[in-house]
C-alpha cells in the first residue's frame, strides 16, 4: 500500500498568515493526489483534484502543487473558516490512502 | 450540481450486517467516467477509504474489509450501496459516501451518518 505522511501534525497560525502544508507519498502518484478540509462533525469537503486543480466552489486562496511523490497545500490568506484538519488522498493505486492529517490551530 | 445523501440505520448489533445506502441527485450514477464511494471516520481518529465502485459496476475494496464488504449501484434507483456483515466495535464510525468524475477525488457531499456496533 502507498504510504502518505503528512507534515506538521498541527500548526498555528493567525488570520492572514500565509500557510504551507506538505504531503509525502511512499512511492510516485503522478498528480492523482487530492486535499480535503475537514471541520469538526462535518464531511470532508474536496479542495483540490489532480494535485493543483481546485475543486468546485473553492476560493481561490486555495491552491496545490507537485508531482510524483511531493505535493504541498497552499492557503496564501489564513481566513476564520480555515481552522480546521486538512488530509491529502492519493488515488493513483488502489488501496486509495489518506495521509493522518494536519490540523490548523488558531494561534 | 452532485448532491449525495446517506441513510441507513444508526445502531447494528456485534454480529449483524450494517446496510447503508447513498442517494444521488445531480448526476446518473451510471453517467460514463464516474465513480462511487465510501469512506469512513472512527471516534477521534482519521479518515479510512472502504471502497469504489465504477459506474460500470466495477469494484475496488479494502483489503482488510473485502471479506465482508459489498458496494453496488441500485440504477433504477440513482443510489448505491454498502453491506458490510460480521460487524464489530471496531466498526463504529462515521459514514461518509462521495461521488466525483474519475479525474478527481470524491466529493463527499453528504452529512455523513453515523454507525454503532452495540448489543
Known amino acids: 500500500d502507498i504510504q502518505m505522511t503528512q507534515s506538521p501534525s498541527t500548526l498555528s497560525a493567525s488570520v492572514g498568515d500565509r500557510v504551507t502544508f506538505t504531503c509525502r507519498a511512499s512511492?510516485?502518484?503522478?498528480?492523482?493526489l487530492a486535499w480535503y478540509q475537514q471541520r469538526p462533525g462535518k464531511a470532508p469537503k474536496l479542495l483540490i483534484y489532480k494535485a493543483s486543480s481546485l475543486g468546485s466552489g473553492v476560493p481561490s486562496r486555495f491552491s496545490g502543487s507537485g508531482s510524483g511523490a511531493e505535493f504541498t497545500l497552499t492557503i496564501s490568506s489564513l481566513q476564520p473558516d480555515d481552522f480546521a484538519t486538512y488530509y491529502c488522498?492519493?488515488?493513483?493505486?488502489?488501496?486509495?490512502?489518506f495521509g493522518q492529517g494536519t490540523k490548523v490551530e488558531i494561534k | 450540481q452532485l448532491q449525495l445523501q446517506e441513510s441507513g440505520p444508526g445502531l447494528v448489533k456485534p454480529s449483524e450486517t450494517l446496510s447503508l445506502t447513498c442517494s444521488v441527485s445531480g448526476v446518473s450514477i451510471s453517467s460514463h467516467n464516474y465513480y462511487w464511494g465510501w469512506i469512513r471516520q472512527a471516534p477521534g481518529k482519521g479518515l479510512e477509504w472502504i471502497g469504489t465502485i465504477y459506474y460500470n459496476g466495477d469494484t475496488y475494496y479494502n483489503a482488510s474489509l473485502k471479506s465482508r464488504l459489498t458496494i453496488s449501484l441500485d440504477t433504477s434507483k440513482n443510489q448505491f450501496s454498502l453491506r458490510l456483515s460480521s460487524v464489530t466495535a471496531a466498526d463504529t464510525a462515521v459514514y461518509f459516501c462521495g461521488g466525483a468524475a474519475t479525474i478527481s477525488g470524491l466529493d463527499y457531499g453528504g452529512q455523513g451518518t453515523q454507525v454503532t456496533v452495540s448489543s
Open positions: 488522498q492519493q488515488y493513483n493505486t488502489y488501496p486509495w490512502t
Open positions: 512511492q510516485g502518484i503522478s498528480s492523482w
